[in-house]
C-alpha cells in the first residue's frame, strides 16, 4: 500500500472534542410526521413516542444539545436559546455561527429552567442524552421534542431523520432536502477522489485523543460509530478491534493499546498539550502509521457528533487530508 501523504496546511486551528454520554440512544422507527402548510397544526411522533403538537412553524426555539442546535442553525432558525453557547462557538461551526441575540441557557446536562422560561420558546428540542427530570420540568413551559442523539446500529439515517424532524418543526423541509443532499454529494465525490488516490478499502482509524495528570487516553471511533460509518461510505475500512457502546460507538484505549492497531492511517483530533507529549513518547513514535507518516491531526472545528452539515466538513477534511 502506497503512503498516504497530507498536504501541508490542509486542516489549521485546534480543537478538542469533550462529550459527555449520559445513558444509550434508542432505536426508535422512523418518526411519523404531519406536516402541515404554514398556519395550521403540526404534529409529529418523538423519539419518546410521544406526539408533539404546534399551532404552526416553530420560530422561537430552545436547543439542549449541540447536534439539534446545529441542524436548526443549518436550515436557516436561528434559535433563541443554547446550551453552553461558548463550547458551541468552539467546537461546531456548521451553518456558521451563533447570533449575539441567542442567550446561553446553562450546561447541557442541566439547562437553567428559569432562563428558559424567560425566552417564551414555542418549541424546546432536547434529545433522549438528557435526564428525564430536566424534560419534565422543560415541558412546563413549551412543547419539547425528544430526538435520538446517536444509534450505533444506523447512525448515518439517524443523524438525516433527525435533521427532517427539526425541519417539519420548523417548516424548513426543502433546505433539509437541500443540506442532506448536499452531504450525499460530498460522499460521492469523495469516495471517487479517495478510490482514485489509491485508497479504496484502506484502513483509516479515527479516534480523539486526551491528556489528564501526564497520563494519554484515546477514544476510538469504531464501527458503529458515526465518524467509522461516514469513513465506510467513503470507501475506508474501520480496523479498531477495540468495543464500541451502543448509542455512540466510542470505544476506549491508551497509547500502549495503540500498539494493537494494524492500520494504514490514523485520523484523530486533540489538545496541543497531548500533542506536545505525543511528539516526545517512544511508544508513540514507534507505531507504524506514525513512523510512515501516516498520521494525521483534524483540527478544524468539526463537531464529530453533529448532523449532514457537520459531516460534509468532515467529508471534505478526510479527503483533503489523504487525496490531496
Not at 275 to 299: A, C, M, P, Q, Y
Request: charged residues 20%; glycine residues 10%.
Amino acid at each position: 500500500m502506497n503512503s498516504i501523504r497530507t498536504r501541508a496546511a490542509a486542516l489549521a486551528g485546534a480543537a478538542a472534542v469533550t462529550l459527555a454520554l449520559a445513558g444509550c440512544g434508542t432505536t426508535e422507527e422512523a418518526a411519523d410526521t404531519e406536516e402541515a402548510a404554514s398556519g395550521e397544526s403540526i404534529t409529529v411522533t418523538d423519539a419518546r413516542g410521544t406526539d408533539v403538537t404546534l399551532d404552526g412553524p416553530a420560530t422561537r426555539v430552545v436547543g439542549t444539545e449541540w447536534n439539534v442546535v446545529e441542524n436548526l442553525v443549518t436550515l436557516g432558525v436561528m434559535p433563541v436559546g443554547v446550551a453552553d453557547t461558548a463550547g458551541y462557538a468552539e467546537y461546531v461551526s456548521a451553518g456558521g455561527p451563533l447570533d449575539d441575540s441567542v442567550t446561553d441557557i446553562g450546561t447541557r446536562g442541566e439547562p437553567s429552567i428559569d432562563t428558559v422560561a424567560s425566552l417564551g420558546a414555542d418549541l424546546i428540542l432536547a434529545t433522549d442524552d438528557l435526564p428525564e427530570n430536566a424534560v419534565a420540568q422543560l415541558e412546563e413551559l413549551a412543547p419539547v421534542f425528544v430526538v435520538t442523539s446517536a444509534d450505533a446500529s444506523r447512525q448515518i439515517d439517524q443523524m438525516k431523520e433527525n435533521l427532517e424532524l427539526v425541519a417539519e418543526l420548523t417548516g424548513t423541509t426543502d433546505e433539509a432536502e437541500r443540506v442532506i443532499g448536499e452531504y450525499d454529494a460530498a460522499v460521492a465525490d469523495g469516495a471517487a477522489a479517495l478510490a482514485e488516490a489509491g485508497f479504496d478499502g484502506s484502513r483509516v482509524a479515527f479516534a480523539d485523543g486526551h491528556l489528564a495528570d501526564g497520563t494519554v487516553s484515546f477514544r476510538p471511533f469504531v464501527a458503529g460509530s458515526l465518524l467509522a460509518d461516514v469513513n465506510t461510505e467513503l470507501g475506508l475500512v474501520s480496523p479498531w478491534e477495540v468495543e464500541g457502546d451502543p448509542a455512540y460507538g466510542l470505544g476506549a484505549t491508551d497509547i500502549e493499546g495503540m500498539t494493537e492497531l494494524d492500520a494504514d492511517a490514523l485520523l484523530y483530533i486533540a489538545p496541543d498539550d497531548l500533542e506536545e507529549e505525543l511528539s516526545g513518547n517512544e511508544v508513540w513514535k514507534s507505531l507504524s502509521f506514525v513512523e510512515s507518516g501516516d498520521v494525521h491531526r483534524i483540527t478544524d472545528p468539526i463537531w464529530m457528533f453533529g448532523g449532514p452539515g457537520s459531516m460534509t466538513q468532515y467529508v471534505d477534511a478526510v479527503v483533503a487530508t489523504l487525496a490531496a
